[in-house]
């Protein structure tokens, strides 16, 4: 629908005002719109800015004032309507309210415009820049710019979409939907061109006297509702009978003026039609802000079509294998329950835990239980042998390492070198505790014997005499002997040589003394022996003689 | 002669299960013939299980008790389509087995394996249609009893049979087993040589064992990765945690407290009558571990215990008539159980409104004492009647609206 604008034709549009309005008037009214604008790019402003050139208001019309008493066509009637709305802006524009009263009958008051003829009036008062809103955008890029749900564009890409949206107002539609009409909301759509241009407007003075008149007029416009219904019916009516007539009209004058133009707007009609054919066969109103539409084809989208949201509720979940449990059930159990009298209870339970029958098929025998027992009992008695013979093992092995006297390995070796261990450290200690009683007593005896040997020294003569219980024979030789009731201390210091603690142990045994401890220590070729011993025999011997052994041991060379 | 004589009592539970099963059959065919779907085998059914395979849905495991060496377990799946229920698969199985169970692994990542406890533990692999042929070619029929119905069929592998005795090739027979759904390579084993043992499967070797009673182990069940329990012919609930193998607790006895005991103890292991009755199986409470159940052998009680308050059970479940054989968990919810007994009944409870008292203090549990003195014990919200004695009950953890129970040769699928 837009006009492909040429120079030529820039031309041609310039002088003659009213083929432009007859185009855009044609345009709306065969797709029913409420108005169609026509901006285009100022010749006094220093930058390009698109101004109102012209348009077309095809809307309701709220008041109506007829300046002749001749009868008027509708299509005569939208024009005087438009003109109309065109002097009141401009009046208002340069302030003429002095002027109020002088003004022709047929002029125009604020009173008298409804919404959408107000914002038909205050998109006069828009200029845009290349590239700003949807007149910029469309001159910057030169091609069709389409706006769909123009409810719901912002005000970026529609900088009057808060003055559009005030149809929107949710009441007002539920209203219109009741009466089951389709909503009064304006349909928005401009005329972008390249290159007319025209007197440029706009100032915020005049926007906010606006606003205050939209909200009277809203007020007027809720009591009066029935008023405009009545009025839409009568002009859709009429502009059904001189539909043909314009579209015919129209025709040839854009015949005269542009051969493409009049091939688009042919287009246009054409699928204009076949949209209606299309609404009629489907039984489905026409919805203007759901369909996209273009010079070159013409579609309707899926969206358009009616479309059943509501979707069959899920499946319940199906019903269930058990049944409410009540009493009646109770008790007709307990009839059911005088079945299992006869069987044994948990057969099968007490089966599979008694092992599965694997100890019934192994005995292969029968009286399950009795032998099952029996087999538990013996299976449990062989466990705890085996483990008190593994801890058996352990302790002799423990044993084994404590006794430091044991080679054998077998257990009675073990056990019976344990015993004599043990009695022999019991031994050891009651020796030691009747030594130290001893330690404390007055029975020790002491025996310095060297007198015989000092009378063979002739050299030592003079010595003897005079200190004959002290001093040994030869200075090398020392016997000491300390018995101990059964107990005796021999200490022996004499030259070392071949066998001599042979002899000393001979001499030891002849006297029936049984050795228990020895120490030897042989230091610069001298011997020092000091040897524990005790009386074998009942018999005790005088200290005496055992000195005078030892002394005859050491002394054989 | 026994065996003569034992083969007469089948017959004639044959026979009169027979009648009883066409009664039934005739009167829920009529009014819920798509919720009930019923498998008939050539034995008396026992140990059975349900898969816990994503993409093995509706199949279940089930194996005879029969009295002699030579026993059969079958793995068979539900066909939604025509709602029949045939064997997939069958293989012969030495001695009776005492429990049946599938690998617990939801998402189907490890191999498809099936274990069974009897004089040993035994783990089966059950190839897939993917290695088909691999499973064919591998099929080792050396190691046991391993049969197909028909040549096209692949054959299942003992993957291993494991024993726990190192010094003989002979253990105590095995009375239960439950594999850690937390931690799929642990299986742990119930014998009635008093002792438990845990396995490691992969390993296939054993990672302890434990003296865990003082007589035979009926039943064992893992509570978390690490932690399970048993129950005992001593009569008593051990908690053992594997991080102190030296400690467990007992967390109920049976013959003290609340419990009455009841029935005869002729199937105790020493026979005779004791003071404590023994405890035949163990349930543990996967959602909410605080609780476990258990059933006391001879009776038509069950006993629901709170592990915070041992020896204290939160309540007894009075409505069978006979004793029970089987309990079951939701999987799903945290407070319902079910239960199946000689009755021929299964039987669902809620517990929420036991649990809630339980959770509070002393206070709470003397509440809940009193309300179910006042009451006259817990009435369950749904039951079921068999046609015979209810010997196994599994409710599906994978399709938590399904029960599965088996009474003498017969496999029954509910919805719930």
């Not at chain 1, 390249?194 to 915020?204: F, I, K």
């Amino acid at each position: 629908m837009a006009l492909s604008a040429c120079p030529a034709q820039e031309e041609l549009l310039q002088p003659a005002g009213r083929p432009l309005r007859k185009q855009l008037a044609a345009a709306a009214r065969s797709i029913n719109w409420s108005y169609s604008l026509f901006w285009s790019i100022s010749s006094t402003q220093r930058p390009r800015v698109l101004t109102w050139t012209d348009g077309f208001y095809n809307g309701e019309v709220k008041t109506r004032k007829i300046s002749h008493s001749v009868e008027l066509t509708a299509d005569q009637l939208l024009m005087q309507r438009s003109e109309q709305l065109r002097e009141l802006y401009e009046a208002l524009q340069s302030g003429e309210c002095d002027r109020r009263a002088a003004r022709p009958v047929g002029s125009l008051s604020p009173e008298d415009l409804g919404d959408t003829e107000w914002y038909y009036v205050i998109c006069m008062t828009y200029a845009f820049l290349p590239g700003q809103g949807l007149p910029g955008r469309s001159s910057a890029s030169n091609e069709h710019v389409w706006l769909c749900n123009a409810h719901l564009a912002g005000s970026k890409d529609f900088p009057r979409a808060l003055l559009a949206k005030v149809p929107e107002d949710p009441d007002l539609i539920n209203r219109a939907t009741a009466a089951f009409r389709e909503p009064q909301c304006p349909i928005y759509s401009e005329q972008p061109s390249s290159n007319p241009s025209a007197d440029e407007t706009g100032e915020a003075a005049d926007i906010a006297v606006f606003e205050g008149l939209d909200h009277n007029a809203m007020d007027m416009e809720t009591a009066g509702i029935a008023v405009f219904e009545g009025l839409d019916h009568n002009a859709m009516d009429m502009e059904t009978v001189t539909a043909a007539a314009g579209r015919h009209g129209t025709g040839q004058e854009l015949g005269e003026a542009d051969s493409p133009s009049n091939a688009s707007l042919e287009h246009i009609t054409k699928g204009i039609d076949e949209f209606y054919n299309l609404c009629e066969e489907m039984d489905v109103q026409p919805l203007e802000d759901a369909w996209i539409m273009d010079g070159s084809n013409f579609e309707v989208p899926s969206s358009a079509l009616p479309v059943d949201g509501s979707s069959a509720p899920a499946d319940g979940s199906r019903a269930t294998s058990f049944v409410a449990w009540t009493r009646s059930s109770q008790s007709c159990s307990g009839e059911a329950a005088a079945v299992p009298v006869i069987e044994e209870p948990q057969k099968l339970l007490k089966k599979a835990v008694a092992g599965g029958g694997a100890w019934a098929n192994t005995n292969c025998g029968g009286g399950g239980t009795t032998v099952t027992a029996q087999e538990n009992g013996a299976k449990n008695h062989v466990m705890l042998e085996r483990k008190r013979r593994e801890k058996l093992n352990e302790m002799f092995l423990v044993l084994k390492s404590l006794v430091p006297s044991i080679h054998k390995v077998d257990k009675a070796s073990i056990l019976a070198e344990t015993i004599a261990y043990l009695k022999e450290l019991q031994r050891r200690v009651q020796e030691l505790e009747s030594r130290r009683q001893g330690g404390s007593g007055c029975v020790s005896k002491k025996v310095c014997v060297g007198s015989n040997s000092k009378r063979k020294s002739p050299e030592f003569a003079g010595g003897a005499k005079e200190h004959p219980w002290v001093l040994p024979m030869d200075g090398t030789s020392n016997v000491t002997v300390t018995v101990s009731d059964r107990d005796v201390l021999l200490e022996v210091q004499c030259l070392w040589e071949k066998l001599l603690m042979t002899r000393v142990f001979d001499a030891i045994k002849s006297l029936h003394l049984d050795a228990l401890s020895v120490q030897a220590s042989a230091l610069d070729g001298f011997m020092r022996l000091k040897i524990g011993a005790q009386f074998a025999g009942s018999g005790a011997v005088v200290p005496g003689m055992i000195s005078q052994s030892l002394r005859k041991a050491i002394g054989k060379r | 002669m026994g065996g003569v004589g034992e083969g007469d009592a089948w017959a004639d539970q044959e026979q009169g299960n027979g009648g009883g099963s066409r009664g039934v059959g005739g009167g829920g065919g009529e009014a819920k013939r798509s919720e009930i779907y019923t498998y008939e085998a050539a034995w008396h059914i026992y140990a059975m299980n349900w898969s816990v395979r994503r993409d093995k849905k509706y199949r279940l495991a089930i194996a005879s008790l029969l009295e002699q060496v030579t026993n059969r377990v079958e793995v068979v799946q539900l066909d939604e389509a025509s709602g029949d229920i045939a064997p997939v698969l069958t293989f012969d199985h030495q001695y009776p087995p005492t429990k049946t169970m599938f690998m617990p692994d939801p998402h189907a990542l490890r191999p498809d394996l099936l274990a069974t406890s009897a004089d040993h533990l035994r783990i089966w692999r059950i190839p897939s249609s993917d290695d088909a042929e691999d499973g064919a070619a591998s099929a080792n029929n050396n190691n046991g009893s391993v049969r197909c119905n028909g040549t096209q069929q692949p054959g299942i592998e003992l993957r291993s049979e494991l024993n726990g005795n190192r010094n003989s090739d002979y253990c105590g027979p095995l009375t239960s087993f439950d594999w850690n759904d937390a931690d799929p390579r642990r299986i742990g084993t119930s014998s009635i040589d008093t002792t438990c043992t845990i396995w490691d499967v992969e390993r296939e070797a054993v990672d302890t064992q434990l003296i865990a009673h003082d007589k035979e182990v009926y039943d064992i069940a893992w509570g978390g990765a690490g932690v399970f329990a048993s129950v005992s012919a001593d009569g008593s609930v051990r908690v053992f945690d594997l991080r102190d193998k030296e400690h467990s607790t007992i967390i109920y006895e049976s013959g003290s407290g609340g419990s009455s005991g009841g029935g005869s103890n002729s199937g105790a292991g020493d026979g005779g009558t004791a003071s404590p009755t023994p405890l035949v199986r163990l349930g543990w409470n996967k959602q909410d571990p605080r609780y476990m159940a258990t059933i006391i052998m001879d009776s038509p009680k069950v006993v629901v215990l709170d592990i915070r308050y041992p020896t204290l059970p939160v309540v007894e479940l009075h409505r069978h008539h006979a004793p029970v054989n089987a309990i079951a968990w939701a999987p799903h919810s945290s407070c319902h159980i079910c239960t199946a007994g000689d009755d021929m009944q299964a039987l669902i409870w809620d517990l929420s409104s036991m649990g809630t008292g339980s959770n509070g203090s002393g206070n709470g549990n003397g509440n809940t004492a009193a309300g179910a003195a006042a009451e006259g014990g817990l009435d369950p919200i749904l039951a079921y009647t068999a046609g015979a004695e209810i010997e196994q009950l599994q409710w599906s953890a994978t399709q938590p609206d399904w029960v599965a129970i088996a009474f003498a040769n017969k496999l029954q699928i509910l919805r719930v």
